[in-house]
């Protein structure tokens, strides 16, 4: 048992970076290709030309899942659920989260009153992941480290 809980542990984290750039996938491909092109990804030319190692202009599952940026959202995610989550239920109402009714309602998408990290992860792919992942490569030009503040807004 205790092999099958350590093997599990160690693949979790692959496997949830790899969820994450299989949800930004699924919510930037707009031409349905299953990868992402300049445009669908949304951050600068040097972003994507970085994540793009085969320089076909396109980025795709492989490639995203490998450039740190799920691993990086995720990063952000927890940091944020750390500073907010007033009543340490680890995840965040709207009052927590300081945002109107209206998008926190596009962020609980389960409905329950609550925003978990995968709710948090997924809305951000869908509004901002790209240009926030840009803008800490380029101040950093290292491996992308979580930043204070919301990144919900």
Not at 38 to 60: M, Q
Not at 64 to 72: D, E
Not at 128 to 136: D, G, L
């Amino acid at each position: 048992m205790d092999s099958i809980t350590g093997a599990s542990s160690m693949i979790t984290p692959y496997s949830m970076n790899n969820q994450l750039a299989q949800n930004m996938i699924k919510r930037k491909d707009t031409n349905g290709d299953k990868s992402l092109t300049a445009d669908e990804f949304g951050g600068s030319l040097e972003v994507f030309n970085r994540i793009d190692k085969n320089s076909d202009g396109k980025i795709d599952l492989t490639e995203l899942s490998k450039s740190g940026i799920s691993k990086f959202l995720d990063q952000q995610t927890s940091s944020l659920i750390s500073s907010l989550d007033k009543n340490g239920d680890n995840v965040l109402n709207a009052d927590e989260l300081k945002v109107s009714a209206d998008t926190f309602s596009k962020i609980d998408t389960n409905g329950d009153g609550t925003a978990d990290r995968n709710e948090l992860n997924n809305y951000y792919i869908a509004n901002h992941a790209a240009s926030q992942y840009q803008q800490t490569m380029n101040s950093t030009n290292s491996t992308a480290t979580p930043i204070s503040g919301n990144i919900i807004a």
